[in-house]
Protein backbone atom coordinates (compact mmCIF):
# COMPACT_ATOMS: atom_id res chain seq x y z
CA UNK A 1 0.00 0.00 0.00
CA UNK A 2 1.38 3.67 -1.24
CA UNK A 3 1.11 7.14 0.31
CA UNK A 4 0.79 10.68 -1.53
CA UNK A 5 3.33 12.61 0.01
CA UNK A 6 0.53 15.53 -0.65
CA UNK A 7 -1.48 15.61 2.60
CA UNK A 8 -3.05 17.77 5.70
CA UNK A 9 -4.35 17.31 9.13
CA UNK A 10 -5.91 18.42 12.05
CA UNK A 11 -6.34 18.38 15.77
CA UNK A 12 -7.49 19.79 18.84
CA UNK A 13 -7.48 19.65 22.46
CA UNK A 14 -8.56 21.65 25.66
CA UNK A 15 -7.41 21.29 28.65
CA UNK A 16 -7.96 24.23 31.93
CA UNK A 17 -10.25 26.41 29.64
CA UNK A 18 -7.01 26.32 26.92
CA UNK A 19 -7.59 25.59 23.20
CA UNK A 20 -4.74 23.81 21.65
CA UNK A 21 -4.76 22.95 18.09
CA UNK A 22 -2.64 21.70 15.60
CA UNK A 23 -2.22 21.91 11.37
CA UNK A 24 0.41 19.85 9.34
CA UNK A 25 0.36 19.82 5.87
CA UNK A 26 3.20 18.08 3.89
CA UNK A 27 3.91 18.20 -0.08
CA UNK A 28 5.97 15.89 -2.39
CA UNK A 29 10.09 16.38 -1.35
CA UNK A 30 13.30 14.10 -1.60
CA UNK A 31 14.12 13.52 2.07
CA UNK A 32 11.94 14.70 5.49
CA UNK A 33 12.10 17.99 5.79
CA UNK A 34 10.16 19.55 9.31
CA UNK A 35 9.25 23.63 9.37
CA UNK A 36 7.82 24.30 12.71
CA UNK A 37 5.28 27.45 14.00
CA UNK A 38 4.63 27.49 17.42
CA UNK A 39 4.37 30.00 20.18
CA UNK A 40 7.13 30.40 22.60
CA UNK A 41 5.33 28.41 25.35
CA UNK A 42 6.30 25.42 23.58
CA UNK A 43 9.16 26.63 21.36
CA UNK A 44 11.63 25.00 23.63
CA UNK A 45 9.69 21.76 22.16
CA UNK A 46 10.70 22.08 18.75
CA UNK A 47 13.50 18.78 18.30
CA UNK A 48 11.23 16.61 20.03
CA UNK A 49 8.17 17.79 17.62
CA UNK A 50 10.50 17.19 14.51
CA UNK A 51 11.34 14.16 15.96
CA UNK A 52 8.18 13.20 16.31
CA UNK A 53 7.09 13.63 12.31
CA UNK A 54 10.11 12.13 11.31
CA UNK A 55 9.61 9.12 13.06
CA UNK A 56 6.35 8.83 11.82
CA UNK A 57 6.96 9.67 7.89
CA UNK A 58 9.47 8.36 5.34
CA UNK A 59 9.84 11.78 3.09
CA UNK A 60 8.09 15.13 2.68
CA UNK A 61 8.07 18.72 3.50
CA UNK A 62 5.94 19.18 6.84
CA UNK A 63 4.75 22.41 7.74
CA UNK A 64 3.82 22.20 11.40
CA UNK A 65 1.73 25.22 12.94
CA UNK A 66 0.77 25.03 16.78
CA UNK A 67 -1.92 27.50 18.42
CA UNK A 68 -2.19 27.47 21.68
CA UNK A 69 -5.26 29.33 22.70
CA UNK A 70 -4.99 32.27 25.56
CA UNK A 71 -1.51 31.81 25.49
CA UNK A 72 0.90 34.86 24.22
CA UNK A 73 4.10 34.94 22.81
CA UNK A 74 5.80 35.33 26.27
CA UNK A 75 4.23 32.22 27.47
CA UNK A 76 1.82 33.10 29.56
CA UNK A 77 -2.28 33.02 29.50
CA UNK A 78 -5.06 35.68 29.68
CA UNK A 79 -7.12 34.83 32.29
CA UNK A 80 -10.26 36.67 34.05
CA UNK A 81 -9.64 38.17 37.43
CA UNK A 82 -12.90 36.94 39.12
CA UNK A 83 -12.67 38.79 42.28
CA UNK A 84 -12.05 42.03 40.65
CA UNK A 85 -14.57 41.32 38.31
CA UNK A 86 -17.45 40.43 40.56
CA UNK A 87 -15.98 43.91 43.26
CA UNK A 88 -16.95 45.47 39.65
CA UNK A 89 -20.03 44.85 39.17
CA UNK A 90 -21.42 44.95 42.73
CA UNK A 91 -19.70 48.29 42.93
CA UNK A 92 -21.35 49.84 40.12
CA UNK A 93 -24.93 47.85 40.27
CA UNK A 94 -24.68 50.17 44.11
CA UNK A 95 -24.34 53.55 42.12
CA UNK A 96 -27.22 52.59 39.41
CA UNK A 97 -29.43 52.10 42.27
CA UNK A 98 -28.12 54.99 43.83
CA UNK A 99 -28.04 57.81 41.58
CA UNK A 100 -31.66 56.03 39.75
CA UNK A 101 -29.21 55.31 36.25
CA UNK A 102 -31.44 53.38 33.32
CA UNK A 103 -28.53 51.81 31.67
CA UNK A 104 -26.73 48.66 33.73
CA UNK A 105 -23.18 47.53 33.00
CA UNK A 106 -22.04 45.99 29.76
CA UNK A 107 -19.55 43.89 28.94
CA UNK A 108 -17.42 46.19 26.74
CA UNK A 109 -17.40 48.28 29.77
CA UNK A 110 -16.41 45.71 32.16
CA UNK A 111 -13.59 44.38 30.29
CA UNK A 112 -12.74 47.90 29.52
CA UNK A 113 -11.94 48.56 33.83
CA UNK A 114 -7.92 47.92 35.02
CA UNK A 115 -7.37 44.39 36.14
CA UNK A 116 -10.53 42.18 34.60
CA UNK A 117 -7.98 40.90 32.66
CA UNK A 118 -4.29 39.28 33.57
CA UNK A 119 -1.65 37.18 32.36
CA UNK A 120 -0.67 34.44 33.92
CA UNK A 121 2.15 31.66 33.67
CA UNK A 122 0.48 28.69 32.78
CA UNK A 123 0.40 26.18 35.48
CA UNK A 124 1.70 23.00 33.63
CA UNK A 125 5.11 21.92 33.91
CA UNK A 126 7.46 21.07 30.96
CA UNK A 127 6.19 17.25 31.14
CA UNK A 128 2.67 18.12 30.94
CA UNK A 129 3.57 20.26 28.71
CA UNK A 130 5.05 17.87 26.29
CA UNK A 131 2.42 15.27 26.97
CA UNK A 132 -0.42 17.41 25.81
CA UNK A 133 2.08 18.56 22.65
CA UNK A 134 2.89 14.89 22.31
CA UNK A 135 -0.75 13.55 22.31
CA UNK A 136 -1.54 16.79 20.00
CA UNK A 137 0.88 16.19 17.01
CA UNK A 138 0.23 12.12 16.84
CA UNK A 139 -3.46 13.19 16.83
CA UNK A 140 -2.52 16.03 13.84
CA UNK A 141 -0.13 13.25 11.74
CA UNK A 142 -2.91 10.54 11.99
CA UNK A 143 -5.35 13.24 10.25
CA UNK A 144 -2.58 13.18 8.41
CA UNK A 145 -1.97 9.77 7.18
CA UNK A 146 -5.23 9.32 6.55
CA UNK A 147 -5.37 11.44 3.83
CA UNK A 148 -2.29 10.29 2.94
CA UNK A 149 -2.98 6.79 2.72
CA UNK A 150 -6.64 8.04 0.58
CA UNK A 151 -4.24 9.52 -1.98
CA UNK A 152 -2.21 6.59 -2.12
CA UNK A 153 -4.98 4.72 -3.47
CA UNK A 154 -5.84 6.91 -5.84
CA UNK A 155 -2.61 6.91 -7.27
CA UNK A 156 -2.21 3.61 -7.15
CA UNK A 157 -5.03 2.35 -9.54
CA UNK A 158 -3.52 5.08 -11.52
CA UNK A 159 -0.67 3.54 -11.81
CA UNK A 160 -1.69 -0.13 -11.82
CA UNK A 161 -3.94 1.19 -15.04
CA UNK A 162 -0.58 2.30 -16.87
CA UNK A 163 1.35 -0.47 -15.76
CA UNK A 164 -1.11 -2.38 -17.68
CA UNK A 165 -0.58 -0.63 -20.95
CA UNK A 166 2.89 -0.83 -20.72
CA UNK A 167 2.74 -4.57 -20.42
CA UNK A 168 0.04 -4.75 -23.47
CA UNK A 169 2.71 -2.95 -25.56
CA UNK A 170 5.60 -5.03 -24.14
CA UNK A 171 3.62 -7.84 -25.31
CA UNK A 172 3.52 -6.49 -28.82
CA UNK A 173 6.91 -6.03 -28.66
CA UNK A 174 7.86 -9.54 -28.04
CA UNK A 175 5.16 -11.34 -30.51
CA UNK A 176 7.20 -9.49 -32.95
CA UNK A 177 10.66 -10.33 -31.76
CA UNK A 178 10.72 -13.92 -33.70
CA UNK A 179 9.69 -12.38 -36.99
CA UNK A 180 11.64 -9.54 -37.28
CA UNK A 181 14.88 -11.64 -38.52
CA UNK A 182 13.41 -12.48 -41.31
CA UNK A 183 11.67 -9.22 -42.09
CA UNK A 184 15.10 -7.80 -41.98
CA UNK A 185 16.67 -10.58 -44.10
CA UNK A 186 13.78 -10.10 -46.86
CA UNK A 187 14.49 -6.11 -46.31
CA UNK A 188 18.16 -6.38 -47.34
CA UNK A 189 17.71 -8.57 -49.51
CA UNK A 190 15.16 -6.31 -51.51
CA UNK A 191 17.92 -3.62 -51.18
CA UNK A 192 20.71 -5.38 -52.24
CA UNK A 193 19.13 -7.80 -55.20
CA UNK A 194 18.55 -4.66 -57.65
CA UNK A 195 22.65 -3.44 -56.98
CA UNK A 196 24.28 -6.94 -58.31
CA UNK A 197 22.10 -7.28 -60.88
CA UNK A 198 22.98 -11.03 -62.50
CA UNK A 199 25.28 -12.07 -60.09
CA UNK A 200 24.13 -14.51 -57.32
CA UNK A 201 24.48 -14.20 -53.37
CA UNK A 202 26.79 -16.24 -51.78
CA UNK A 203 23.73 -18.17 -49.40
CA UNK A 204 26.29 -18.57 -46.44
CA UNK A 205 27.35 -14.96 -46.71
CA UNK A 206 23.56 -14.02 -46.72
CA UNK A 207 23.38 -16.45 -43.63
CA UNK A 208 25.96 -14.49 -41.86
CA UNK A 209 24.85 -11.70 -42.59
CA UNK A 210 21.44 -12.30 -41.49
CA UNK A 211 22.97 -14.20 -38.13
CA UNK A 212 24.74 -10.65 -37.47
CA UNK A 213 21.28 -8.73 -37.95
CA UNK A 214 19.31 -11.03 -36.24
CA UNK A 215 21.90 -10.58 -33.36
CA UNK A 216 21.46 -6.55 -33.58
CA UNK A 217 17.91 -6.64 -33.47
CA UNK A 218 16.87 -9.18 -30.92
CA UNK A 219 15.43 -7.78 -27.85
CA UNK A 220 14.48 -10.85 -26.32
CA UNK A 221 16.80 -10.29 -22.90
CA UNK A 222 15.73 -6.54 -23.04
CA UNK A 223 11.72 -7.56 -23.10
CA UNK A 224 12.68 -10.03 -20.39
CA UNK A 225 13.84 -7.74 -18.31
CA UNK A 226 11.49 -4.68 -18.75
CA UNK A 227 8.57 -7.46 -17.93
CA UNK A 228 10.19 -8.85 -14.85
CA UNK A 229 10.49 -5.01 -13.77
CA UNK A 230 6.81 -4.43 -14.29
CA UNK A 231 5.54 -7.05 -11.73
CA UNK A 232 8.40 -6.03 -9.39
CA UNK A 233 6.42 -2.68 -9.58
CA UNK A 234 3.29 -3.70 -9.21
CA UNK A 235 4.29 -5.80 -6.04
CA UNK A 236 5.76 -2.85 -4.68
CA UNK A 237 2.61 -0.74 -5.30
CA UNK A 238 0.97 -3.63 -3.15
CA UNK A 239 3.56 -3.88 -0.58
CA UNK A 240 3.56 -2.49 3.36
CA UNK A 241 7.01 -0.74 2.76
CA UNK A 242 6.94 2.63 1.65
CA UNK A 243 8.13 2.02 -2.04
CA UNK A 244 8.58 6.14 -3.44
CA UNK A 245 12.81 5.49 -3.61
CA UNK A 246 12.26 2.01 -5.05
CA UNK A 247 9.86 3.18 -7.48
CA UNK A 248 12.38 6.14 -8.67
CA UNK A 249 14.98 3.57 -8.88
CA UNK A 250 13.08 1.06 -10.91
CA UNK A 251 11.65 3.19 -13.24
CA UNK A 252 15.42 4.22 -13.75
CA UNK A 253 16.26 0.71 -15.43
CA UNK A 254 12.64 0.73 -16.69
CA UNK A 255 13.31 3.24 -18.80
CA UNK A 256 16.88 1.76 -19.82
CA UNK A 257 15.61 -1.00 -21.12
CA UNK A 258 12.72 0.74 -23.08
CA UNK A 259 15.75 2.52 -24.53
CA UNK A 260 17.86 -0.23 -25.57
CA UNK A 261 14.72 -2.11 -27.23
CA UNK A 262 13.62 1.18 -29.16
CA UNK A 263 17.35 1.44 -30.26
CA UNK A 264 17.02 -2.43 -32.04
CA UNK A 265 13.31 -1.18 -33.74
CA UNK A 266 13.85 -1.65 -37.20
CA UNK A 267 9.63 -1.77 -37.90
CA UNK A 268 7.05 0.35 -37.27
CA UNK A 269 5.07 -1.61 -35.37
CA UNK A 270 7.65 -2.01 -33.01
CA UNK A 271 8.99 1.73 -33.03
CA UNK A 272 5.28 2.90 -32.25
CA UNK A 273 5.47 0.43 -29.02
CA UNK A 274 8.05 1.58 -28.00
CA UNK A 275 7.05 5.39 -28.24
CA UNK A 276 4.00 4.21 -26.06
CA UNK A 277 6.08 2.44 -23.57
CA UNK A 278 8.23 5.56 -23.10
CA UNK A 279 5.20 7.91 -23.26
CA UNK A 280 3.81 6.11 -20.32
CA UNK A 281 7.02 5.38 -18.15
CA UNK A 282 7.01 9.37 -18.44
CA UNK A 283 3.49 9.39 -16.54
CA UNK A 284 4.71 6.61 -13.96
CA UNK A 285 7.37 8.85 -13.50
CA UNK A 286 5.61 11.63 -12.66
CA UNK A 287 2.92 10.15 -10.73
CA UNK A 288 5.70 8.08 -8.32
CA UNK A 289 7.29 11.73 -7.13
CA UNK A 290 4.40 11.89 -5.32
CA UNK A 291 4.80 8.68 -3.14
CA UNK A 292 6.54 8.38 0.19
Sequence with gaps: ?????????????????????????SVNHRFCEVAIRAPKLVSLFEDQMRQLIQDRFARGKF????????????GEVLKVNDVVADRYVKLLDQLRVRYQLDRGLDLSTLASLPDVFSWEHTSLSDEETWGLLKTLIEKACASLDGMKVREGDALARDLRARLAILKGQLDRVAERAPLRPQEAKERMLARIKPLLGEVELDPI???QEVALLADRLDCTEECVRLAAHIDQFRSL???????????????????????TIGSKSSDVETAHAVIVIKEELERLREQVQNVE
Design 1 to 25: MIRSMTGYGFAELERDGQRLSAEIR
Design 205 to 207: RVA
Design 237 to 259: IEGPEMAGRKLNFLLQEMNREAN
Design 63 to 74: NLSISWGGAGDS
